[in-house]
Each structure stands twice: as C-alpha cells, then as structure tokens.
C-alpha cells in the first residue's frame, strides 16, 4: 500500500489537546457511520506501543461503516463495528481490532466535539502480538456535519467546591410523594464536596447525551427467557454467594473500573464454583489503563472488555486503592488475570433489552450496567427505586452516568413490581447493605441499554 502523509500534519496541530485526559466527546451513531479514512503507523510492536504523539502514518485504510454493526473495507471484507456510548467506537475487521476515541477541542471551559475524526488509537491483530497506531478521518463527502458541542463550566464553580449538605424538604419530599422506595440522609456525603458528589455519581463530562431505546426481543431471546425463574439472584443461588464483597469508590469517578472488576470477580467465583476469589485493583485502571481517564471516568466495555483483554488485570494487593490519580506504580511483576469475549450484551450498543439481559446474567454471571443519576438516587435507603423527577433545589446536580453491577432481578410479592438487584459501589452502609434494587421492564434511567459483559479466562 502507498506510504500517505495528506492532511496528517494539518490533522495533528488541531490536537492540541489533552489526549491523555477526559474525554467529553458527544458523538453518535449518526456522526459515526460512514466512510472513514484511517492512517495507520507501522506495525511490529507490542503494546507497550505508546500512541499518544502518533504522526506516522505508512499505510492507509478505507472503512465504511453501517448502522448499527456492519463494517466494509475498500476490499469488501466485511467486520463488525460499535460505537462505545459517546466517546469512541471500536471495529474488529480482517482479524485486526481498530479502536479510538473521537476527537475534541478544549478552550478555556468550551469543549468542542470532532465526531469526524478520531484521537490517536490502538489497532492490533485479535490475538494482541501485533500493535500500530492510527488516526481515522471521515472522507470529505461524508464530512459536512460538524458536530460541535460547548459545555459550560468544566470546572467546579464556587458552589460546587462547598461541602454537601442535605436538604431535609426534598428528602421528605421524595417519601411523600411515593412508596415504592425510601430516601434518608447519609452523613457520609455530608464530608464530601459537591464536585465530588458528581464524580462518585459518574463524572461531570458523562453529562446527557442520546441514549439508544431498548432493541425489540427477539422470539428466540423470548423463548429463552420464558424458562428462567422469577426470581434470581447470585449472592444466594443455591445458598451460595458468587457477588465479592461492596466496596467504596471514595471521591474518585472510578464508578466504572469498580464495576468492570466486580465482574470479573463475580464471574471467577461462578466459573471456578467459589474456588478462586480473586479481589481486582481498581487503583491499576486508575493510574495505568490508557483506555479511561483515571478518576474522571471510564466505560465498562473499554476496562471488563478491552483492558482486561489486552493488558489483563492485576489483584488488589499489587496496587491498593487510594482513589486519586496518579502515575501507573503497578508492580511489573505482578501476576495479570485476563478475560476475554467483550461486548455489549445483544452484540452491540443500542441492541440490549430486560431479557437479554436476564438470559445473559442467569447463564454467565453478573455483568457492568449503567444508568443516569438524578438528585433523589443519593438518598436511596431501600425498596425499588424509581425516578421520582423531583429536583433538590439546594444541591442540584446534573445527570451523569453511573456504572455498576448487575446481579440479579425479582418481582416484588405484594406489588407485583419487577426489579433488577445491583451491586453499587458506595460503600456497605448505603442502600441495602451496598445493594439497590430498581425498576425493571421499563428502561428506568436507561439501565436496560448499556450492559456489557466479558469471559475472564482462567
Ligand atoms: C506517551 O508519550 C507522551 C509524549 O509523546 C508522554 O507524555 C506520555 O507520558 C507517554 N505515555 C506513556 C504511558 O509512556
Ligand atoms: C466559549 O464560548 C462562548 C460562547 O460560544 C464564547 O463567548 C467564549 O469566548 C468562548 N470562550 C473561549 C475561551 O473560547
Ligand atoms: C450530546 O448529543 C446529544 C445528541 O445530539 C444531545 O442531545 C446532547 O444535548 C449532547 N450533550 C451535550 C452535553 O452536549
Ligand atoms: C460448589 O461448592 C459447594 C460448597 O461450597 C458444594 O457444596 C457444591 O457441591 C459445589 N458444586 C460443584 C458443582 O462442585
């Protein structure tokens, strides 16, 4: 293929950005799909390739991608493609995995989204031997709609570097107004200053973006669900617990490596029947995975997934968890569990639905969810939580993206009410014992749209 260097230099000075930081890219299926020009680096390395400065390109790629999973290549191989929430997409092509992040420019507190291009990526064989880099670029033709996003006040404003305080109206309010859950206050919030709150709850730039509905069932998914009990649950299934202990994720947005992790430990413990317990370091994805951003959020797909796959993980001992940031100190001799078969259940972002999910989680264990946090969620205590659209005039936050674990669903006996059981990670003392169930069937706050699983590989 011919060596190209077009437009990379034009490319790369508009990349004056952080790359190694957030990613507050809002990008969509319909910026994502078309045709894209990717330049790839020379191939040969391992992974220790460092992507971050990439500028030379020897071989071009051309990808067309269909909505929602079909990718072509100038060859007409056909591959298969995903978009990760808002922020990137990853294809798996000609035995080669190509995945990025979509580009933004930052000045000042406006954040800019370039949905028509991407972030300097990782593409590697599917067997993890052989990494280059690349930079993806829509064609021209495809490339009129700009997509340009400005957020306000990316850093903390006055009033969110104050500590929380509790609003004993809106607490009162929430109990009032329904039965289905009830709401208390937390002295533990109360230590904590409101830009923390929007970290642990998922992280300022996880703000609202265009969440795809649930995909219809199909009558072989319905078929399957139909022989699944009521109930179920995995801390309890045939008296045995398969769920590791809650843990709290502190004042870090490291929702999302606590979440991806619990799976893994959840899955080994099903896989092995409780004979391997190991306990994942989440303080690893926060200071070394390049795939997240560190206390600012991350995705379960990208650390239970790609991470897990391409770097494996390391067990809590290795790299205890302080939640900050910092730099990797991962110890290098430290013993890496991978995993291995990462998607979104249903195959690909936007197909998950309720019975997917239950079949999934019945057949393979727990799996990384993830929904919107609003005000009233905070004060969860215990019951089925359903949004209850009231705000808390003192401590109005925006609504984030929230990763947890999913472990089992039920029907509530008196009600009727169908519900999921998560594992959430703010420490034992909040909700049931560190647990929360919520409504099912519904799609309440976009928890049946984004479920990811992963198989550790033992
Ligand atoms: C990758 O390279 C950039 C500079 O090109 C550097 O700032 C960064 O620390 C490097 N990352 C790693 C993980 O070594
Ligand atoms: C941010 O955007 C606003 C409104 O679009 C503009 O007035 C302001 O100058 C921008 N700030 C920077 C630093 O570019
Ligand atoms: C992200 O994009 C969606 C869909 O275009 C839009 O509705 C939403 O307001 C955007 N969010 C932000 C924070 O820009
Ligand atoms: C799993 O472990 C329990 C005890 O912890 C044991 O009673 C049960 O027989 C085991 N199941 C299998 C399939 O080995």
Sequence with gaps: ?????????????????????????????????????????????DKNLNCSSFDS??????????????????????????????????????GRKYFAFSMYKQDGNNITSVCDRTLPGWSHDVFDRNWACFIGQKTEEQRPKQTV????????????????????????????????????????????????????????KSTIVSIPKPAPVTPEVARMAETLPDNFDWRNYNDINYVSPVRNQGSCGSCYAFASLAMNEARIRVMTNNTLTPVFSPQDIVECSEYSQGCDGGFPYLISGKYAEDFGLVEEECNPYKGIDGKCSTKP??????????????????????????????????????????DDFFHYKGGIYIHTGLRDKFNPFEITNHAVLLVGYGVDPNTGQKYWVVKNSWGDSWGESGFFRIRRGTDECSIESIAVQSEPIL
């Design 57 to 94: 390109p020897v071989m071009k790629l051309e990808i067309t991608l269909y909505f929602p999973d079909l990718a072509v290549d100038q060859f007409d191989n056909t591959g298969f493609w995903t978009l990760i929430y808002n922020q990137g997409f990853e294809i798996v092509i000609t």
């Design 333 to 374: 001799s430290c013993q890496r569990h991978y995993s291995t078969k990462y998607q979104y259940v249903g195959g690909f972002y936007g197909a998950c639905n309720e019975e997917l999910m239950r079949v999934n989680l019945v057949k393979n264990g727990p799996m990384a969810v993830a929904f919107e946090v609003y």
């Design 1 to 45: 293929m011919p060596v190209v260097m077009f437009k990379i230099a034009a490319l790369l000075v508009s990349l004056a950005v952080h790359v190694s930081a957030d990613t507050p890219a809002n990008c969509t299926y319909e910026d994502i799909r078309g045709k894209w020009i990717f330049m790839i680096g020379d191939r040969g390395h």
């Design 149 to 204: 996003f400005s957020h306000k006040e990316l850093s903390p404003t006055d009033k969110e570097r104050k500590l929380y305080r509790h609003n004993p109206e809106f607490i009162y309010q929430i109990n009032q107004q329904q039965k289905s859950w009830q709401a208390t206050r937390y002295p533990q919030f109360e230590n904590m200053r409101i830009e923390d709150m929007i970290k642990i709850k998922g992280g300022r």
